[in-house]
């Protein structure tokens, strides 16, 4: 990583803060190659022993075995149990309303597989989400006429997404709760994130906390960085033929 690489997608911005530093301060040594034992006891787990001495989230440059990166603008993202997760649903719509973990799973679940995209290049072919069509959720709100739009928030505090009322109704866009077939894990976002599958993986939101109807769009975290909002895989700036850094 360096300071020109340092705004895309996935990076945090404005720090050029070298690669053999940050693998130091992790504890890493110079080649950064994550040792046996942290394999053997999960790479989250040495992402969560690793994040607090690691306060610019340059976890992301890990090297890992499922070819995400993992990715957080946040230098440190609290952890929501089953009991203390909601995801509210407001803005111009007739009936907002505060889901939790079990509300959410009690839905009817969509199950998706397809390949995730990040702009900065890499690429993860063939991935299962599994979770709640948005549109459900909106429907079950009742969006007032002048809703054109969706704002997203995340429990990070930090980051934030959008989409037009017309791409949030489509069908493969999913309030997710599984991820590779298992729980969406607190790295990848969990309990709960957003997944746009047609678009690039930055407007899938992680710790997803709150959907807001809204009758413009507000542009999220990256779009505020100059990455389109209208983010189609293969038709937006996004930099899917860049080398994976
Ligand atoms: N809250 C939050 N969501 C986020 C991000 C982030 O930094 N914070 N990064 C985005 C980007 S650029 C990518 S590529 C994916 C990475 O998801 P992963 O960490 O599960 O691989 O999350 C997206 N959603
Ligand atoms: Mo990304």
Not at 81 to 99: E, I, N, Q
Not at 216 to 235: C, F, L, N, P, S
Request: hydrophobic share 35%; net charge positive; with cysteine.
């Amino acid at each position: 990583m360096n300071a020109e690489q340092s705004d895309d997608p996935g990076e945090t911005g404005g720090k050029p803060l070298g690669r053999r530093l940050v693998l130091s301060m992790l504890g890493l040594g110079a080649a950064g190659v994550v040792t046996a034992p942290y394999l053997q006891n999960g790479l989250e787990s040495f992402l969560s022993a690793a994040s607090g001495k690691d306060p610019t989230g340059l976890t992301g440059l890990l090297p890992n075995g499922g070819g995400f990166r993992y990715y957080s603008v946040a230098s440190s993202v609290p952890h929501k149990s089953a009991a203390d997760y909601r995801l509210t649903v407001d803005g111009l719509v007739d009936h907002p309303t505060a889901y939790t973990l079990d509300s959410l799973r009690a839905l009817p679940q969509t199950r998706l597989v397809r390949d995730v995209q990040c702009v900065t290049g890499w690429r993860v072919p063939g991935t299962p989400f599994e979770g709640v069509q948005l549109s459900r959720l909106l429907d079950a709100a009742g969006v007032r006429p002048g809703a054109r739009a969706i704002r997203f928030k995340c429990f990070d505090g930090t980051y934030s997404e959008s989409l037009t009322l017309e791409q949030a109704r489509r069908a493969d866009v999913l309030v997710a709760l599984r991820m590779q077939d298992k729980p969406v894990v607190h790295a990848h976002g969990g309990p709960v994130r957003l997944y746009v599958a047609p678009m690039y993986f930055y407007k899938s939101a992680k710790w997803l906390s709150g959907i807001t109807v809204t009758s413009d769009v507000q542009r999220g975290y990256w779009e505020e960085r100059g990455y389109d909002t209208d983010a189609w895989v293969g038709k937006s700036n996004g930099r899917g033929d860049a080398p994976t850094v």
